[in-house]
């Protein structure tokens, strides 16, 4: 799951400062901020540092398979009274058009590795959602009854849409079990 070779970088020279240098991910590219003063060859070597940096603490913050399965296991004890109780949950990549989706009826759950990378509560909220799938299709409001346990839902959900508007994306918050719909007809997992 990590990206392929280098991200593409912008350095982006601030006269406001003085001494410190930050990096981010903007639209795609990282974004390195460094004094305007600094020479080219501190400028190379602290892109380098921030690259590094950047990547450890995304690295942090990505849960691995074996992760999802157990933080599954603990939203649904804490949230859905352990009523949840799927077959398996794996990060797919094939996703194009949801954050995640399920099968009722085999019970497996598939998260979109978008999700890796994105705050915990964010991806705490994709898995308890698809969960509460299990337990009632649609998006009714016996479905969202469901979720009012887990405090932060609309955060959660205003972070997803932000992250697809500023993406151009027009992701669907789930697949809408037991439809099998797909909106934008693209990237069905496998
Ligand atoms: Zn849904």
Known sequence: MEQP?????????????????????????????????????????????MLERLAASEARRRPSSADLVIRAGELSRRYLAGRATPTSIRWVSTMRSRWGSCTPKDGSIRISDRVQGMPGYVLDYVVVHELAHLLVGGHGPDFWALLEGYPRVERARGFLEGVAASAGLSLEECAEPPGERDVAGAGEDG
């Not at 305007?36 to 060859?41: G, S």
């Open 5 to 49: 070779g280098q991200p593409e970088v912008e350095v982006r020279r601030s006269t406001r400062r003085t001494r410190t240098v930050s990096a981010f991910r903007e639209a795609g590219r990282v974004v390195v901020v460094i004094p305007a003063r600094m020479t080219r060859a501190d400028e190379r070597t602290w892109v380098a540092t």
